[in-house]
């Protein structure tokens, strides 16, 4: 009967050493799947927060394109007309325009002069123009007896 008690006792202490390692090796898994539970319903709950902070996110891009589109508008109308005040300052006398075209950083001049053969090397000093070039050659209007001129350039400041 005493090895019967013995072989019992050996059976609940092997069966508790058993217990508290598989408690002492299991607990670090059983910790992080407990904790990434708690995190998942924490980002749960944070989920209509963080869509509601990326849809604002997303207006405030929109907003941000919108209002650099708009600038830049600004800045080419601003641009032309420095163009404009220098081209005045710089055509010669019965020099004028009859068309202008600006768009996608080109600019189109298409207008009379007495002698439009000179625009060009004072196109070339330009601050605000590169690269002028003709896009017809000159003809004589019959009428006016000016130089009709149909000019392209770029339009970059020079550095």
């Known amino acids: 009967m005493k090895k019967t008690s013995n072989q019992g006792l050996t059976c609940v202490l092997l069966f508790a050493v058993l ?9 670090p898994w059983l910790q992080s799947y407990l904790w990434e539970q708690e995190l998942d319903r924490e980002i749960a709950q944070l989920k209509p927060q963080i869509e509601g902070f990326e849809a604002m996110q997303k207006q405030n891009q929109e907003m941000a394109a919108k209002i650099e589109f ?8 601003d641009r032309l007309l420095e163009i404009l005040s220098e081209l005045t ?14 768009r996608e950083g080109v600019l189109l001049l298409q207008g009379f002069s007495n ?37 392209k350039a770029r339009m970059e400041a020079k550095k």
């Open 19 to 27: 217990l508290l390692g598989g408690g002492y090796l299991g607990r």
């Open 89 to 102: 300052d710089m055509f010669p006398e019965g020099t004028y325009l009859n068309f202008l075209n600006a």
């Open 70 to 77: 708009l600038e830049n508008i600004f800045c080419e109308q």
């Open 115 to 151: 002698s439009a053969s000179q625009l060009l090397p004072l196109l070339s000093g330009s601050r605000y123009l590169q690269s002028p070039e003709l896009q017809a050659p000159f003809t004589r209007d019959p009428i006016t007896m000016k130089e009709r001129f149909f000019i």
